[in-house]
Structure formats: structure tokens, C-alpha cells
């Protein structure tokens, strides 16, 4: 039987296992559920080809029943939508032919692959006014290390996706969920790879052939990723690598609502952006303790210091674990999938505007208000410095998001001239920005007497570091625009 080539719509939820016997002893889904233990080996070549085509084989096996399942990487985050393949067979042995993508993704010849990883899986079925759901309680293996995972599926089988969000909604009134990001393929990978760490944004891989609406959907899925990667390690461990990584992917996110404002009403986009910037705050305490800890020597100073931190930390986690934060994912998760800015008549223009040629308007708008503000770098006050160091980030983020759509080699050689002149420029005027708060924070602390603060907030260092981020203005100013 050859394989079957299906789209999947579905929307990922992650739950405590405390979460999940709450939810299954309550009456939210009618009738029994369908019990079933799965068993699913993953299978990859030796350099992982898989993997790095963006592909997942496994077999899995229903009681007697084994199946083989190829699936492709879909968007990164809330509700995915991706290609699989499946096949029944007989053993564990994967079937690679060119029926499936394999071949022709990895260069015509079917590979030879090999077990890298295990998933063992108590799975309860529901179906529920189109809507299967599907309650996993697992654990990947790998090896010597093992992970366990808890999660909800919920399956669109018909009817309209704005379901899968209210039913997300119901579910979390019971229970505090989390929109997941993680296959089961990725969990496994994890284990193989080095111990979890703080996660940077991936690079995104925009295509040529985008309308601006796509592109921003794949960008805002990939922020709403890049924040859910890194949330984990906040909660479970006070990560500081991972905190900064969760404000970079909020203000991401804010920086793709700032570039496509266009495209949006703008009672919708304040809304989120307020909200995002609500959770930046609540996190930014602990980050900028992270950072003054890190200029301190030991002693009472420090202590001092490491104190409040821990205080902050716990007013971040706090933050975290709100209900309003897991609304505001969620929200953002489906007003990006299927939000009613799809649909509308007086933003259908741009959204409708091919990727390449929004970007490229996009791109020369803020480096003309960075090259602008910047002016006079030395003269300016403290807080018109700010200002231009923000729109800096934003037009940081924007040649990130963007890049891949200027793939021609003249291209990516300016772009790579343009971004190292930007990231200097950035540098040198976060030094700037780090030393101008010092002194509010240490107040803040009762510190600013202290003989220790001296060095930290020393403002004899101002001038050099305005005549640094003078010098990488001029730099940024003669780059040449790879988009041009």
C-alpha cells in the first residue's frame, strides 16, 4: 500500500501530570475514552540527514498494528499545519522508497537509517464536536537519559479552527495549560543532543514566494517559539541565559507588530503589544539584576544584590504562571493562525504585497530612522539615545527576519557588512544604556552610597563610551543596503 500524503491541523497544549488526572476525572469531554499504549521507534541516518531536512520516521504500534509516519516540519508554534505520510507495515523496519519524500529530500537514493530514539506512551481518545483529543502521558528514551512529556493534542476532524482555540480555553479554565512547540521527534533529538540550555531564535527560512500576511505568520510563530523554548527553563531552573532569551523573543515579537503595523487595526495591535510589554517588565527586573550581579564583586555588595534578584526572579515566575500570560499566547496564537485580520478588505492590499517588496520598505524605513535619530550621537540626551538604540533593535530583528529573501550572493555579502555595522552600533549603545540605569537601580537598592557602586556607575567612562558609539554610527551609515 503506498503512503498517504494528509495535512494536519492541530493545536498543542502542555500540562502538568497533575494537570492531566484533573482534567481526565472531569466531565469536560462526554463518554469514556479510547485507551491505547503505544510503542514508536524513531528512526535517522548516522549524520542525522533527517533531522537536518526537517523530516521525522517513525514506526509506531497500536497493540498488533504497526504504522510508518513521515512528517515535515510545520509552523513553528500554536496551531501546526504540516505534511505527513503514512503506511502501514509489517515489522520494525521502515519502508524508504519513492513514495515517500525521503528520497528526493536527501538526493534521489533512499538512505540507511537506524533507531536513535524510543517514545512509550499511555494515549486517551476523545472525540468531541469534530475535534479529537488525544491525551499523552509518555517518555522519550535515548539512550541512558529519558525524558517524561504530558500534553494535549486537540485534532481538527471538521468543522472550523477557532474550535481547537475555544476548547484550548475551556480546557485551561479547568486546568493551566501552555501552548506547545514540541513534537515528540524534537524531545527525542533534544535527549541525544547536549543538556537543555538557553535557546536562541532559530533562523527563519522565508521564501521568495510569500505574500507579507505569510511571512508574518511564519515570523510571529517562530517568536511565540523561540519564548516557549526558553519559558521552561525560567520556571524549573531561575535560567538567566533563558530569561534574556524569553525577552528577546518578546521583543521580537513587538518589533514584527511595529514592522507590519500596516497590516493590522490598531486597537488589535495595541492591545498585544501592551500585553507583551506587561511580560517584558515583569521579566526585565530580574534581567537587569542579572546584569548588575554580573558587574559586582563579591562581598555584602553582592549579596545585596543576589537577594533581590532571587525577589525578582519570583515575581517573574509569578508573571509566568498567571493566567493572563497563558491568555496572551494563546490569543496570539490563534489571532496570527486565523485572526479576522485575514480577512479583511481594507488591509487586503498589503497583505496580499509579495514578502520581497514589504521587506524591502520595511528595512528602508527604520534605517532611515535610525540613521536620523542617531545623528549627532555625542549630543544627544539619554533618553533620545534610548530611543534610537530601540529602533536599532527593531531594524536588527527585521534583517533577521527577513534575510532569507535576499538570497543572491551580492546580497548576502552586503548583508553581512550591514548586520556586523548594526550589531557594533547596538554594543556599543547598550554599554551606553547599562551605564546611564545603573545608577536608578542601585538607588533602588539603597546602594548608590556604597563604595563598591562606584566603578559600576562611574560616568567619567560617558565619554568614551559616546565617542565608541559614535565611530559605529558612521560605520552603520556608510553600509550598504543588501536589499537594494
Keep these: 500500500m503506498t503512503a498517504v500524503p494528509s495535512d494536519e491541523a492541530e493545536l498543542k497544549l502542555e500540562l502538568t501530570p497533575e494537570g492531566a488526572d484533573r482534567l481526565q476525572g472531569s466531565d469536560l469531554f462526554t463518554g469514556e475514552p479510547e485507551a491505547v499504549s503505544q510503542h514508536a521507534i524513531y528512526f535517522d541516518t548516522s549524520g542525522h540527514?533527517?533531522?537536518?531536512?526537517?523530516?521525522?520516521?517513525?514506526?509506531?504500534?497500536?497493540?498488533?498494528?504497526?504504522?510508518?509516519?513521515?512528517?515535515?516540519?510545520?509552523?513553528?508554534?500554536?496551531?501546526?499545519?504540516?505534511?505527513?505520510?503514512?503506511?502501514?507495515?509489517?515489522?520494525?523496519?521502515?519502508?524508504?522508497?519513492?513514495?515517500?519524500?525521503?528520497?528526493?529530500?536527501?538526493?534521489?537514493?533512499?538512505?540507511?537509517?537506524?533507531?536513535?530514539?524510543?517514545?512509550?506512551?499511555?494515549?486517551?481518545?476523545?472525540?468531541?464536536?469534530?475535534?479529537?483529543?488525544?491525551?499523552?502521558?509518555?517518555?522519550?528514551?535515548?539512550?541512558?537519559?529519558?525524558?517524561?512529556f504530558c500534553e494535549i493534542e486537540l485534532e481538527l476532524k471538521q468543522g472550523?479552527?477557532?474550535?481547537?482555540?475555544?476548547?484550548?480555553?475551556?480546557?485551561?479554565?479547568?486546568?493551566?495549560?501552555?501552548?506547545?512547540?514540541?513534537?515528540?521527534?524534537?524531545?527525542?533529538?533534544?535527549?541525544?543532543?547536549?543538556?537543555?540550555?538557553?535557546?536562541?531564535?532559530?533562523?527563519?527560512?522565508?521564501?521568495?514566494?510569500?505574500?507579507?500576511?505569510?511571512a508574518f505568520q511564519q515570523i510571529a510563530a517562530s517568536c511565540l517559539r523561540h519564548f516557549r523554548l526558553n519559558e521552561p527553563l525560567v520556571l524549573d531552573h531561575r535560567d538567566e541565559a533563558a530569561l534574556h532569551q524569553a525577552r528577546v523573543a518578546i521583543r521580537r515579537l513587538r518589533s514584527a507588530l511595529t514592522l507590519y503595523k500596516a497590516m493590522f487595526p490598531d486597537d488589535e495591535r495595541r492591545r498585544f503589544n501592551d500585553e507583551l510589554r506587561w511580560l517584558a517588565a515583569e521579566l526585565g527586573k530580574a534581567r537587569d539584576l542579572d546584569v548588575l550581579a554580573g558587574q559586582a564583586e563579591g562581598g555584602a555588595f553582592l549579596d545585596r544584590i543576589l537577594a533581590a534578584r532571587d525577589d525578582a526572579y519570583v515575581e517573574a515566575v509569578a508573571a509566568l504562571n498567571s493566567q493572563r500570560a497563558r491568555t496572551l499566547m494563546l490569543d496570539l496564537a490563534e489571532w496570527t493562525a486565523i485572526g479576522a485580520w485575514l480577512a479583511r478588505e481594507d488591509n487586503r492590499e498589503t497583505r496580499e504585497t509579495p514578502a520581497r517588496d514589504f521587506a524591502a520598505k520595511a528595512l528602508d524605513r527604520f534605517r532611515r530612522k535610525v540613521k536620523k535619530g542617531g545623528r549627532r550621537m555625542e549630543k544627544l540626551d539619554d533618553h533620545a539615545r534610548h530611543e534610537v538604540r530601540k529602533t536599532a533593535k527593531k531594524l536588527r530583528y527585521a534583517t533577521d527576519f527577513f534575510g532569507t529573501l535576499f538570497p543572491e550572493k551580492r546580497e548576502r555579502?552586503?548583508?553581512?557588512?550591514?548586520?556586523d555595522a548594526l550589531e557594533d552600533l547596538q554594543d556599543r549603545m547598550g554599554a551606553l544604556n547599562d551605564l546611564v540605569g545603573a545608577p536608578q537601580l542601585l538607588h533602588y537598592l539603597g546602594l548608590a552610597e556604597a563604595p563598591e557602586a562606584v566603578g559600576i556607575a562611574d560616568r567619567k567612562r560617558k565619554g568614551e563610551l559616546l565617542e565608541a558609539a559614535a565611530e559605529a554610527y558612521g560605520a552603520f551609515a556608510d553600509a550598504k543596503r543588501f536589499w537594494r
Design 49 to 148: 540527514d533527517l533531522l537536518e531536512a526537517g523530516l521525522s520516521l517513525r514506526i509506531r504500534r497500536n497493540g498488533q498494528d504497526r504504522v510508518q509516519t513521515i512528517k515535515a516540519d510545520g509552523p513553528a508554534a500554536g496551531m501546526f499545519i504540516r505534511p505527513e505520510w503514512e503506511r502501514p507495515v509489517s515489522g520494525d523496519e521502515p519502508v524508504i522508497d519513492h513514495e515517500t519524500p525521503i528520497p528526493a529530500l536527501l538526493g534521489g537514493e533512499a538512505p540507511p537509517v537506524s533507531p536513535v530514539f524510543t517514545v512509550e506512551n499511555e494515549r486517551r481518545l476523545w472525540l468531541n464536536g469534530g475535534i479529537e483529543i488525544t491525551l499523552d502521558r509518555g517518555k522519550v528514551v535515548a539512550g541512558e537519559r529519558n525524558a517524561s
Design 413 to 419: 555579502r552586503r548583508r553581512k557588512h550591514f548586520v
Design 160 to 214: 472550523e479552527a477557532a474550535g481547537l482555540f475555544a476548547l484550548a480555553r475551556r480546557i485551561d479554565a479547568l486546568v493551566p495549560v501552555r501552548i506547545g512547540v514540541s513534537s515528540k521527534a524534537e524531545r527525542g533529538y533534544r535527549l541525544i543532543g547536549p543538556a537543555p540550555s538557553a535557546v536562541k531564535a532559530s533562523r527563519l527560512k522565508l521564501e521568495r514566494g510569500l505574500t507579507a500576511a505569510e
